[in-house]
């Protein structure tokens, strides 16, 4: 089954990104940082089975204009058998508060899909975005829900996870993932964040990530650019 995962940077390459898809025609699509509003867009114009999961509010200043929208990860394909989300950070009913509510805290949530292939076994896929820290680095926080995500990972079995980890390879968040699943990005990658379209220039890191459980195998890995401020990644999963 071909597969793409890509941060999507909320609205900002809405029709770069579904040029892209359309193109690539993958059997699983995994999308991070995607608007609610965005979502029945992508819905309608791939015109294909979706899950997807609101996981907080945008808050960054980064992006004044977008600051109070929700936000969240979303998994598309032609045969979905099941699917759902998980919470491991806060949960679906902070998601409804109101966006200055002293009561809102954090929230982070992976979506899952259980997908038939055109052979008829059942793959599951699981997509994620992971807090951001400053610069790349590693903070208790980020390795405080990463122990959540860990545990959540653990009760959906065999899988194959993708998106957008926030924590560089080669810094314990990343890591500790590629420690308990096969870490598939290419060593040759140095980046996955664009060097164009990223608004930051010169960051040099592998954030986002494909992982794999022994039941799975991942192929012609690649990294596309030119699509959002993340590369794309592209690749071939098939059963062991």
């Not at 929208?69 to 950070?89: D, E, P, W």
């Not at 959540?152 to 924590?167: A, F, H, P, R, T």
């Amino acid at each position: 089954m071909k597969l793409i995962s890509l941060n999507i940077e909320l609205n900002k390459h809405n029709l770069i990104i579904l040029d892209f898809l359309k193109k690539e025609k993958a059997d699983v699509i995994c999308l991070q940082e995607i608007l609610e509003e965005d979502f029945p867009f992508f819905n309608k114009e791939l015109n294909l089975e979706s899950v997807f999961q609101v996981c907080r509010y945008q808050r960054s200043p980064f992006y004044p204009q977008l600051i109070g929208k929700k936000q969240g990860v979303a998994i598309f394909s032609k045969n979905i058998i099941n699917s759902g989300s998980v919470f491991y950070l806060g949960s679906k009913e902070d998601t409804t508060k109101p966006f200055d509510s002293v009561n809102f805290k954090k929230s982070e949530a992976l979506v899952w899909a259980n997908i038939k292939s055109s052979e008829g076994a059942s793959f599951k896929f699981v997509t994620a975005q992971l807090p951001v820290t400053e610069n790349g680095e590693v903070t208790p926080f980020q390795l405080e829900v990463l122990d959540s995500f860990l545990m959540k990972l653990d009760k959906l079995g065999e899988l194959v996870l993708c998106g957008d980890i926030n924590g560089p390879r080669g810094r314990e968040t990343f890591d500790r993932l590629a420690k308990k699943y096969k870490d598939n990005i290419p060593p040759e990658y140095k980046t996955s964040l664009d060097q164009n379209l990223h608004r930051v220039k010169g960051l040099i890191y592998v954030v986002d990530g494909l992982f794999t459980t022994p039941n799975y195998k991942a192929s012609n890995v690649r990294l596309i650019d030119g699509v959002s401020d993340h590369m794309a990644i592209v690749a071939d999963i098939k059963k062991n």
